[in-house]
């Protein structure tokens, strides 16, 4: 059974798409879309020895090897001309990782129309990416699992236009105000407080001040959405 963060990111997958999963693990998630009926083939990409292994042995285990291709390789580089990948997934990373692997080989997204991407931590990475390169929220979720807090981001091919506030907090998320988001951003607020009252204390250096500031800004545009 796929984990609840796994299968949020599923949902997002329309069916009949052709699947690149970056960074699959045990390749979990294309065996269980592949599986469902939801995707029709999928490539599977690890960079690491021990993880490609286990994908391999995953999807001969399930039978499915004829659907999907397990490929050591960087990121996107897995994915090969004449794959067609319709939809790129890219879970369980932090933010700036998954935007190092999208900027890598731009290419690989030539026949791509959605990605959906499950950063761990720094979404608002994902956000600036997705406005400096054409792609749009199309739609946004924030979950909790194991005491984790995950969010999930789903983008399409379009322009769109984001407030500051709306690049740090998600603009479908920040709209919907779920109590995971309202206690993830209390918690955060709370972590800057504490830094501040820190830096109160040490050396007035123009760092520190500086840093000040910066958290007096952000407990401000948090507090105010
Ligand atoms: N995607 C799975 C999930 O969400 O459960 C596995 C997440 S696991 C924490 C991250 C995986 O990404 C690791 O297996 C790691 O080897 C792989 N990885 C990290 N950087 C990568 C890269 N540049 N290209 C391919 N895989 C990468």
Not at 26 to 52: M, N
Not at 169 to 191: C, D, H, Y
Request: hydrophobic share 45%; glycine share 6%.
């Amino acid at each position: 059974k796929l984990s609840k963060r796994l299968e949020k990111v599923a949902s997002f997958v329309p069916t009949g798409a052709v699947v690149a999963d970056i960074g699959s693990d045990h390749a979990y998630l294309p065996c269980y879309l592949v599986h469902k009926g939801i995707a029709s083939r999928a490539v599977a990409g690890e960079v690491v020895k021990g993880p490609y292994e286990s994908a391999v042995k995953q999807v001969r285990t399930e039978g499915l090897t004829d659907k999907i291709t397990v490929r050591m390789a960087d990121g996107l580089a897995a994915v090969e001309e004449g794959d067609e990948i319709t939809a790129v997934t890219i879970a369980g990373m932090g933010g700036p990782l998954i935007v190092s692997i999208l900027e890598k080989h731009p290419q690989a997204l030539k026949t791509v129309t959605r990605l959906i991407l499950q950063p761990n931590i720094h979404a608002k990475a994902i956000r600036e990416w997705a406005l400096a390169n054409r792609w749009a929220i199309q739609d946004e979720v924030i979950l909790e699992e194991d005491g984790k807090v995950y969010e999930v981001l789903v983008l399409q091919r379009g322009e769109m236009k984001l407030t500051e506030a709306e690049i740090l907090l998600g603009p479908k998320l920040m709209s919907t105000k779920s109590p995971v988001f309202v206690q993830k951003w209390s918690r955060e607020i709370a972590n800057w407080e504490r830094v501040q009252q820190a830096i109160a204390q040490a050396e007035s250096t123009p760092e520190n001040q500086a840093k000040h500031e910066e958290l007096t800004h952000l407990i401000k545009l948090v507090q105010e959405a």
